[in-house]
């Protein structure tokens, strides 16, 4: 099931609790995204998790720029036009702004719905 969720309570969250609530928030993220696409081959989130862990961070960049694309297809597809939002994603995180990412694909879960 696909929720909305407030980005500012998230990152509040993510941030009091130390990243915990920032892991179950990259989970639900990734599966809201493959529900709203419709995309049924794609990893989990806790796949993604445990892959971005045991790659030292590597993952977790490729699972950005693939979460770019493929918000920029959905939204495509509704005739909303690309954005770029997998460069921007990607930039985010390698810049240290991975929660900024998070935020803005939240906002594109929202308004997805």
């Known amino acids: ?3 909305q969720r407030n980005i500012v309570t998230a990152v509040i969250l993510s941030i009091v ?4 609530y920032g892991i179950y928030w990259l989970i639900k993220l990734n599966d809201e995204v493959n529900t709203i696409t419709g995309d049924t081959e794609a990893p989990s989130g806790a796949m993604v998790f445990l892959l971005t862990l045991v790659t030292c961070g590597i993952y977790g960049w490729f699972w950005m720029y693939k979460m770019g694309n493929k918000l920029d297809d959905y939204y495509e597809a ?4 690309r954005s770029n939002r997998a460069i921007i994603y990607l930039l985010l995180s390698l810049f240290g702004l991975g929660i900024v ?3 803005l694909i939240q ?3 929202n308004k997805a719905l």
């Open 1 to 3: 099931m696909v929720e």
């Open 17 to 20: 609790t130390c990243g915990i």
């Open 78 to 81: 509704k005739g909303q036009g």
């Open 101 to 103: 990412s998070y935020a």
């Open 107 to 109: 906002d594109s879960i």
